[in-house]
């Protein structure tokens, strides 16, 4: 199992680097506690979203307004998300612009932080269509959430073991999860957290909803960015280009070369060495490109946020309009491609109201598909040292 870049940035609560509240060496103590304490004891603290609640109605509330029904609550579209840093902040951002959602909680540690976001989103909300916007520490403000987006993680520390930081990051979702379910019993959670396959399958495991309703992040922004390196070889929208990257979110992922296709004319039938070490024009370094390309984006600015907002945001769409919609996200892959254990892989799957309805079998090489094994035991011995 490779770490990914992706999430690897999403090093504390917020998955920013700067927070105060993270989980690192220096305050690792002292925010486990705090979370500790507004997760597991719930204290009640008020919502950061109302700083000048009314008491009484005013003169000029009552004389403009004539009571007929009171105001209906409607969460049919509510979306949590935990954590308010780069990655959370991009999804929430994703999420209101493009009219995914208008009804957003946004949970995190750090309130200061958060109050200074909610500010900032508030102040927009002229430009929004009538979004309402609630953050704060207590998990009670995602009460009947229809998605949970998680974006929560913990950094690598220099030399740490792959298996001590998968420990690290499922403690810190033992506080997390259960709460989050208590609050929202029929919520679909969307991990983003790294390690994005193995941390789903903490999460199925932690919340003990049917595997359809636990899905990751997956593999669906390496597609986007395999298509769109697609569309610049060759000069097409990257919208025009059909290719899926399948297994683990990180460097064992699976280009299926075999599926590549532009107007259903499948690339392997004008060069059937496309995507192998002897093919002449060198198509495999788009896969290398796609696994390299995180890094990349890291060391130039710092993180990624942008581009795994954006698919966060596609991949609650796609639940909230039941638009059963085709996307590579992690999900229960026992049983698929003659996988024997219970790991979560990215796969193409159809989803809707319900979460994953389907999952679609791809037909396979005998390469693609001894690939996608090989990431399927990897994550089966990280899987066994987990305590939960």
């Known amino acids: 199992m490779s770490t990914c870049a992706d999430c690897s940035n999403s090093a504390d609560f917020s998955d920013t680097a700067n927070n105060s509240a993270d989980f690192s060496d220096t305050a690792n103590n002292s925010a486990i506690t705090k979370m500790i304490c507004v997760f597991r004891l719930r204290l009640v603290r008020k919502p950061l979203c109302r700083y000048y609640r009314m008491t009484d109605r005013m003169a000029t509330i009552q004389q403009l307004f004539l009571p007929v029904q009171p105001k209906s609550e409607d969460n049919s579209n509510k979306v949590t998300v935990v954590g308010a840093g780069q990655v959370g902040m991009a999804a929430v951002f994703a999420m209101l612009t493009q009219g995914v959602t208008n009804n957003i909680a946004l949970i995190d540690v750090n309130e200061d932080k958060l109050r200074g976001e909610l500010m900032d989103l508030q102040h927009g909300s002229a430009f929004l269509k009538s979004a309402k916007i609630q953050a704060s520490a207590d998990p ?210 159809v989803l809707g109201f319900n979460g994953v309805s389907d999952v679609i079998r791809q037909p396979l090489t005998e390469k693609e598909i001894y690939q996608l094994r090989a990431s399927a035991r990897i994550m089966v011995q990280v899987q066994v040292g987990i305590k939960f």
């Not at 998605?147 to 690290?168: F, H, K, P, S, Y």
Request: some cysteine.
């Open 140 to 349: 009670v403000i995602t009460a009947g959430s229809k998605i949970c987006v998680v974006t929560a993680g913990v950094r690598q520390r220099e030399g740490e073991t792959r298996l001590n930081l998968v420990q690290r990051n499922t403690d810190v979702l033992k506080m997390i999860i259960p709460t989050l379910v208590q609050y929202s019993p029929d919520v679909i959670f969307i991990i983003a957290s790294n390690p994005v396959d193995i941390l789903t399958y903490v999460t199925w495991k932690l919340s003990g909803l049917p595997k359809h309703r636990v899905i990751g992040s997956g593999t669906n922004l390496d597609s986007a960015r395999f298509r769109y390196l697609l569309s610049e070889k060759l000069s097409v929208a990257a919208t025009s280009c059909h290719g899926y990257i399948i297994g683990e979110h990180g460097d064992s992922s699976v280009p299926v070369w075999s599926g590549v296709n532009v107007a259903g004319v499948r690339l392997r039938d004008l060069n059937r060495k496309m995507g192998t070490d002897t093919d002449p024009e060198h198509w495999q370094e788009l896969h290398s490109m796609v696994v390299r390309s995180a890094y990349e984006v890291i060391k130039l600015k710092g993180y990624t946020s942008w581009a795994i907002g954006l698919s966060l945001s596609q991949l609650a769409h796609a639940i909230l309009t039941n638009a059963n919609s085709v996307h590579a996200v992690s999900t229960y892959v026992k049983g698929e491609h003659g996988v024997e254990d219970e790991v979560f892989l990215s796969l193409p799957c």
